[in-house]
């Protein structure tokens, strides 16, 4: 089966949440040459935040092998300045190569429009930053296990597949919150 557009860019951008998630590096200010978070004036001053992905070359090719279809996305960032819009823009390029509907195009911002107001696309992506904070805050371990406050943080880094299937399994132990169920 064909995924949707909507499954093609919830797995694009779960891959390059991965690659960030694991392979961000700050890259040292010109002002003072100590990295980003020596300074919590600079970590807050949000403009002047510069990260590099930076991703090993055995995980690299583990990836490229893995997840071809995905590897483009790693092409595109690999070595490069990271922002949300550089992201964006390199998950939208993606899509468009794997759909054919190109960013920009009236059919691709109609695409995008709808899957504002799809629920289950909301749910979905919603479900998923909160397991990525929840993970960031070390709050749960990729079994989805809950971890006491101050545990040591584990610095193994799993294949994107690992990562996808983890959320997976958590995601399908979610229930959504129904508000017509309170009384």
Known sequence: MTPSFADLFLEAMRYEHWLRFYFLEDVEGPENGSPMQASPEREIAVESM???????????????????????????????????????DVIFDWLGEKTGI????????????????????????????????ELANNEID????????????????P????????????FGMQKPFELNGMK
């Open 50 to 88: 510069d990260a590099l992905l930076a991703v090993p070359a055995d995980v690299a090719a583990r990836s490229r092998e893995e997840e071809p279809e995905l590897a483009e996305i790693l092409d595109a960032m690999e070595g490069q300045l990271i922002s949300m819009e550089r992201s964006r």
């Open 142 to 157: 990729l079994q989805g296990n809950a971890l006491p406050p101050g545990a040591q943080p584990d610095d193994t880094v």
């Open 159 to 170: 294949s994107f597949a690992e990562w996808n299937r983890a959320f997976q399994f958590w």
């Open 102 to 133: 190109r960013p920009g195009t009236a059919e691709f911002e109609a695409r995008m429009n709808a899957l504002a107001g799809d629920a289950d696309f909301r749910r979905s992506l919603d479900f998923f930053h909160g397991w990525v904070q």
